[in-house]
């Protein structure tokens, strides 16, 4: 996948099917809009994506990081992991838009002509219906629409996935993650909700308890889930999360500040993969939370740790 970053002199050569959009937490809706981008290719037409980077809550709302920041500044998934997930899916360009004041204030029209028809050579956009980008926010669907034939390409307007009774989008993606409700999240993203990171050194007591664990340290613009204990799986060497590729290990994640053990607050996630023994430090990690298993607590002893860790683990042992 070629990705074009941090920049807004760019052309691509080949006609494009592309989507439009913010794509935070690419849940089944975004799904749906890809599919429609990707039967495109039968035109031979190459699959782009363009998204805004940062996204615009993060530039309109003064995102600064973790601490002290409401959730709606935190994203369900981070570049890297959106990097990932459209390079499963197949497509062929990314682009991440730098979004900032000189870029925010490009008129609709003018966007629609330099951006979409010149710059990236579209043939046929598609995008949801709540679409808005430009100055203030003005360039829509119905403006597209409009343009499209004069500027040289289809526009189709991808309506909601509904699920439940709801209309599915990142801020009911966002409401079940905040819950804790791992089942419902997954069943909206189409997969389970995605920690990755880099493997860290941690104090290793797992390992003396018997438990050997891997520690990651989340981004700090990542929306995590409440503290506490959920079963996972953890796939740690890159390749497709599809039809059973790649290693994938059953685990326990403890989201959270070790309060047994750590008197150091640094939020992360630690796992103990069943059947794992291998040294991966260093390595890139995605660690998928299935479901929530109980709230973190304090132990008064590590003994009275290990005794709840067999009970945990003898817990997920009796899950699919």
């Known amino acids: 996948m070629e990705i ?35 039967s495109r290719r039968k035109d031979g037409l190459a699959v782009c994506v363009f998204t805004f980077d940062p996204p615009p809550a993060v530039v309109f709302g003064g995102h600064s990081g973790r601490k002290g920041e409401a959730s709606s500044m935190l994203v369900l998934n981070t570049r890297d992991e959106k990097r990932l997930l459209f390079e ?17 204030a ?24 709540d679409l808005s980008f430009g100055a203030k926010g003005a360039g829509n669907a119905a403006l597209l629409q409009k343009l499209g034939p004069e500027l040289g390409f289809d526009f189709m307007t ?26 419902m999240a997954e069943r909206l993203l189409g997969m389970p909700y995605m920690i990755a990171g880099k493997v860290e050194r941690g104090n290793q007591l797992g390992r003396t308890l018997g438990f050997p664990t891997i520690n990651i340290s989340p981004a700090e613009n990542k929306l995590l889930p409440p503290n506490g204990v959920y079963f996972s799986e953890v796939r740690y060497n890159g390749m497709l999360l599809s039809h059973g590729r790649g290693a994938l290990y059953r685990g326990i994640s403890n989201v959270g500040y070790k309060p047994t053990v750590s008197h150091n607050p640094i939020l992360g996630v630690e ?9 991966i430090y260093g390595e890139e990690v995605e660690i998928y939370l299935y479901k929530f298993h109980r709230p973190e607590q304090r132990f008064d002893s590590v003994e009275q740790l290990r005794e709840q860790l067999k009970e945990d683990i003898a817990a997920r042992d009796k899950e699919p």
């Open 271 to 279: 796992t103990y993969l069943y059947d794992f023994e291998e040294e």
């Open 88 to 104: 499963r899916m197949g497509v062929d360009i990314l682009i991440e838009f730098p979004l900032n004041g000189e870029t925010a």
């Open 106 to 129: 490009i008129k609709p029209e003018v966007f629609a002509y330099e951006i979409l028809a010149k710059q990236m050579n579209v043939r046929f956009l598609a995008a949801g219906r």
């Open 4 to 38: 074009i970053a941090n920049t807004t002199q760019f052309y691509l050569q080949r006609e494009t099917a592309a989507a439009i959009g913010k794509f935070d937490g690419i849940h089944i809706g975004h799904r749906r809009l890809l599919e429609e981008v990707m």
């Open 158 to 183: 991808i309506d909601k996935v509904c699920m439940s009774g709801y209309e599915v989008s990142s801020t009911l993606v966002r409401s079940k993650v905040e819950e804790g409700d791992m089942e």
